[in-house]
């Protein structure tokens, strides 16, 4: 029990008023009895006895209607706060993630969430909102009221202790107010484990808001490749509908349809597109479902090819590389070493190392640069050729040319799994003219061999985006320059090394875009869609731009990155599908004050806590029992 004005429990010291009057009461006198009243003293003495007994029930009654008066005016309460009627600081957190979308019993769950919050008075005049993408801090509840038609679905989910922690950032930091915390959400599982709350400087109430079903389909992923006739599309739905059987899909370029599709459960919900790659494509794939709507839609585009860039650096510009590397498709460059500018790798998407005997140290390091940067490196070592210098390089992928073989081999077995074989070739081969090498490195480390000698060594290597010719291909030491493979493999390796635009980007923190574009000094790009314009974050290095998108807060869809009315290319953006799968958690495991299903209970709750009946009533009336018992008993034994 506490009271709101503890300073008048001093009156209590009034009670030492009745206390004196009955002491004064009791003070003894002589007595000396007459001989003719000797018979009376046995009646007598229990007359007094009474009356003693009547002055100490009197006593009794007079003490506690003074205490329970005076208790009365301190106005006692009970109450977990420290005052009687605190302030009430109130912070709510409202799931917008898209998994709200799924309908409950009344609708949707964040408009059905909403609705409530707006139907409902909250026992507070000022209240604190976030949001998985949004903070709205100190709002009235007029301001309140006016905010929430406005908060829409977003793309982003907090982890359960990411919004514990904001909320205890929210609150203010006086002691004296009753804070409460209220979690909205429908709690989806996703890949976070669900935080139990402990040591919380608030009180935390949540409201699991649940779906009526957890059933959707959606479009999961699409994967587009590049052939030489066409682009291969394939996607993949799923569901988490036992009863589902087939999905129809729709694909769109721009507005028009220009594809239909039956995705079926036994085919796991697969199917395959090809299309021309001699066209641009806005696509987006769409299906109908009852469920959210978020991930019915995949957009995704192919923007014409720029040609790859390719460039030979060596002693002698060997006329091969020019009758692989045709024009329509490569722009192919030859420089020498005294002409050489180590500032331009970063326009090639694929540097040849061909036959030079001594690297530079410089050229080593710049090399290094490039393929730590993702760029493709084809190294052709010279016969005579210094492999200490040589090893320099390679190390950069533990790879190292050790032993000189002079005894010549054939070249009998091609990795047809290979992607650089896998299109070139409808089917393995075993039976074709074997070209040879009079020489050749041994090689060491773990690589992945694509062309291998007949005594099982590798003549043409993968590590990565490093690819290593063990042996001079040049007609002094091989005739592989002259054999119809030199053709599939050089041009494989050299559409490989192409690091093509995107065809779709997903919406998320780690969103971004390289590309090679040369801007001009105080020039800028945009991502324009329809009337609205977007500036990204932005690096220009030389003739690359590295861009950004994780600030901008976009929507699914195509836009527009240009630079003035140049339009550079189209992008496509998708929400990502962490929710898709309606999987919900336990929200047992989730420690809390309450667990409450609905908006109402909840206030009604945060005011049953906090706002008190004073107990001041009741010792008002004790204190008239009191009285009224003294009287009785004054009127009893007269």
């Known amino acids: 029990m506490q009271f709101a004005k503890p300073e008048l ?5 009034a009670i030492i008023i009745p206390i004196l009057i009955h002491l004064f009461q009791l003070r003894r006198f002589e007595i000396e009895p007459f001989t003719n009243v000797v018979f009376l003293k046995k009646i007598k003495t229990n007359t007094r006895k009474s009356s003693v007994l009547k002055k100490w029930l009197i006593l009794i009654l007079r003490i506690l209607a003074i205490s329970s008066i005076v208790i009365a005016f301190a106005k006692p309460y009970e109450s977990k706060f420290f005052e009687e009627n605190p302030e009430i600081e109130i912070v709510i957190y409202i799931d917008n993630s898209f998994s709200m979308e799924a309908r409950g019993v009344h609708g949707p769950l964040l408009k059905r969430t909403i609705q409530e919050l707006l139907s409902y008075e909250l026992p507070a005049e000022i209240i604190t909102v976030f949001t998985n993408n949004n903070s709205y801090k100190n709002y009235t509840k007029k301001e309140f009221k006016k905010l929430l038609p406005k908060i829409d679905y977003t793309e982003t989910q907090l982890p359960i202790k990411d919004v514990l922690t904001k909320a205890d950032y929210l609150f203010s930091k006086k002691t004296k107010k009753a804070k409460y915390f209220i979690l909205i959400s429908d709690f989806q599982k996703k890949n976070s484990a669900l935080e139990k709350a402990k040591n919380l400087n608030y009180n935390f109430l949540f409201l699991n808001k649940k779906p009526k079903n957890n059933k959707n389909n959606y479009i999961d992923n699409i994967k587009i490749y590049s052939t030489i006739n066409n682009y291969e599309i394939n996607i993949q739905c799923k569901t988490n509908n036992d009863t589902t059987n087939s999905i129809a899909l729709n694909l769109y370029n721009r507005n028009r349809l220009i594809g239909k599709s039956i995705l079926k459960k036994s085919n796991d919900f697969k199917t395959q597109f090809n299309l021309p790659n001699n066209e641009s494509i806005l696509g987006k794939f769409q299906i109908k479902d009852g469920g ?21 650096i060596g002693n002698k510009n060997h006329n091969y590389f020019q009758r692989v590397f045709t024009r329509d498709e490569f722009i192919i460059k030859h420089k020498t070493l005294d002409n050489l500018n180590l500032n331009e790798f970063s326009v090639y998407d694929l540097i040849i190392v061909d036959e030079i005997k001594n690297l530079p140290n410089s050229l080593i390091i710049n090399l290094k640069y490039f393929i730590k940067n993702k760029g493709t490196v084809l190294f052709i070592p010279s016969e005579k050729g210094n492999l200490k210098n040589y090893n320099n390089l390679i190390e950069i992928k533990k790879l190292k040319l050790e032993s000189f073989i002079e005894n010549e081999n054939r070249i009998t077995e091609i990795n047809f799994k290979h992607p650089i074989f896998k299109r070139a070739f409808k089917k393995n081969i075993s039976n074709f003219l ?8 041994s ?11 007949e005594n099982g060594k590798s003549f043409l290597l993968q590590k990565d985006n490093l690819f290593i010719f063990s042996a001079a291909i ?7 320059t002259d054999s119809p493979i030199i053709v599939p493999t050089l041009y494989g390796l050299g559409k490989s090394s192409f690091k093509s635009k995107e065809y779709y980007y997903f919406i998320g923190p780690k969103s971004q875009l390289d590309i090679k574009y040369t801007l001009k000094k105080d020039d800028i790009v945009e991502i324009k869609k329809e009337d609205r314009t977007y500036i990204p974050l932005q690096i220009n290095q030389n003739s690359k731009i590295k861009i ?4 901008l807060h976009l929507k699914s869809g195509h836009y527009a990155l240009v630079n003035k009315n140049d339009t550079i290319q189209n992008l496509s953006f998708n929400y990502n599908r962490d929710e898709s799968l309606l999987d919900y958690h336990n929200t047992r495991n989730l420690k809390s004050n ?19 009946d004073g107990l001041w009533k009741w010792f008002v009336i004790f204190a008239l029992i009191f009285l009224i018992l003294e009287i009785l008993l004054l009127k009893i034994f007269e």
């Open 474 to 480: 040049s007609n002094e030491n091989s005739n592989f």
């Open 594 to 612: 309450f667990s409450i299903n609905s908006l109402k209970n909840t206030i009604e709750s945060i005011k049953s806590e906090v706002i008190v």
């Open 548 to 551: 950004k998108f994780d600030n």
């Open 9 to 13: 429990l001093f009156a209590l010291f």
């Open 443 to 453: 090689v060491k480390g773990k690589f992945n061999s694509l062309l291998e000698f």
């Open 434 to 441: 074997y070209p040879k090498a009079k020489t050749h490195f």
């Open 292 to 312: 959210l709507s978020y991930d019915n839609e995949f957009y995704f585009n192919i923007n014409k090819e720029d040609k790859i860039s390719v460039l030979s």
